[in-house]
């Protein structure tokens, strides 16, 4: 696998009160892979290659005494896929079902998008200000979505070359109030809307890896609505010692989606898999001299397995993965302003939960780290 890329941009004063910002991205990913048996005579391949690149421009325009913030952007992006194969050598038993997916030649495709973004932020006092923004997204399919079929979380996945890429329109509104010079308070509430959006669901089809394995192929949802909101709170409770909070809620569901196959379930009007609706962080963080101590607990709320928000009895699932809590600490020291030496301990609980791979944590893990700064 490789992943090659250039980005530049620049910024410059044009007018009175005017910046504009303009840049480019090139990036080259490319995938020739392959599942060599060592027992058997199995060779399974998937290859493929995405080219991309993107022009951007955005202005920022202060007005009113400076109380306004006006940005617009606009960016401009292609994205090229080719090469793609996914084939098998050599099947033995085992692998003979994977013959049913080969594809040698993978129709090459090319896309464009222009994405624009606009924000308006209004400084009510030195201390407070509110904004309001829309942005327009878009996000080629990855390599292994398009070219590549093998075992995944719950079940087989299926290559589907034919993926288009998705896009997402999003709307927000945000509120900063530095209260005082110890206490800051951010709230944000968004509505997003994707279209294609590119999500696993099952065809309803099973194939035989020893049992019959749910086939799953990420496809392009005809319309997904997200709907959250997000709080962030800091306190300095003294000059050395911080605290802080945040907190964000997302409502996901699939707003629209047309089955492809007759054996598969409409999920229309359900929720997003693997999302969980709540999530929480709180945090001090103390430093005194060249001496540090952290301390952060995080919650996840629980999230649905599948796309059909059902149990999933071959893999005795439930329909959702519980919610859980996990806290970590980190102790660091300076020497002489350039080495840094630290330790710390991820999960100090050792609790076990499910990740957002379906699969188990590792538990408690405890790490010691040294560096120097030039």
């Known amino acids: 696998r490789t992943d090659l890329g250039l980005i530049a941009h620049a910024s410059k004063n044009i007018f009175q009160n005017h910046v504009l910002t303009y ?3 090139v990036r080259e990913g490319a995938v020739d892979a392959a599942d060599v048996y060592h027992t058997s005579t199995d060779k399974i391949i998937n290859a493929g290659i995405m080219d991309m690149a993107a022009l951007f421009l955005q202005e920022e325009y202060s007005f009113g ?5 006006l940005v617009a952007g606009l960016r401009y992006d292609y994205a090229h896929f080719r090469d793609g194969r996914f084939s098998v050598e050599n099947p033995g038993t085992n692998n003979l079902y994977l013959l049913t997916y080969v594809n040698n030649n993978m129709a090459e495709k090319q896309w464009h998008s222009l994405s624009p973004k606009l924000a308006l932020q209004y400084f009510i006092s030195e ?12 996000r080629a399919p990855i390599l292994d979505d398009l070219c590549r079929s093998g075992k995944t979380r719950g079940g087989f996945q299926v290559a589907n070359s034919n993926l288009v890429p998705e896009t997402l329109d999003n709307f927000e509104v945000g509120y900063r109030h530095e209260v005082n010079t110890k206490i800051i308070i951010e709230p944000v509430v968004y509505f997003s809307i994707g279209k294609n959006f590119m999500y696993p669901v099952s065809t309803g089809d099973t194939v035989d890896m020893g049992y019959a394995a ?7 949802v005809s319309e997904v609505q997200i709907a959250g909101a997000e709080l962030d709170f800091h306190y300095r409770i003294h000059k050395n010692l911080n605290s802080f909070f945040n907190y964000a809620f997302a409502h996901s569901v699939v707003k629209e989606y047309s089955p492809v196959m007759a054996q598969q379930i409409d999920i229309s009007g359900l929720y997003l898999s693997n999302v969980p609706q709540h999530l929480a962080n709180i945090g001090l963080q103390y430093q005194y001299k060249n001496a540090g101590i952290s301390f952060n607990a995080r919650y996840v709320g629980s999230r649905w397995v599948n796309d059909t928000n059902t149990p999933d009895e071959k893999y005795g699932l439930p329909a959702e993965y519980d919610a859980y809590f996990t806290a970590d600490i980190k102790v660091s020291y300076t020497f002489k302003k ?14 076990l939960y499910t990740d957002s791979k379906g699969q188990y944590c590792p538990g408690r893990m405890i790490s010691f780290d040294a560096g120097i700064k030039f």
């Open 23 to 25: 840049g480019l991205e």
């Open 65 to 69: 005494k400076e109380r306004w913030k």
């Open 127 to 138: 201390n407070k200000r509110i904004y309001v923004s829309y942005a327009h997204g878009f």
């Open 214 to 220: 749910p086939v799953i192929v990420t496809s392009n």
């Open 338 to 351: 350039r080495w840094i030496v630290s330790a710390s301990v991820v999960n100090i609980a050792d609790e």
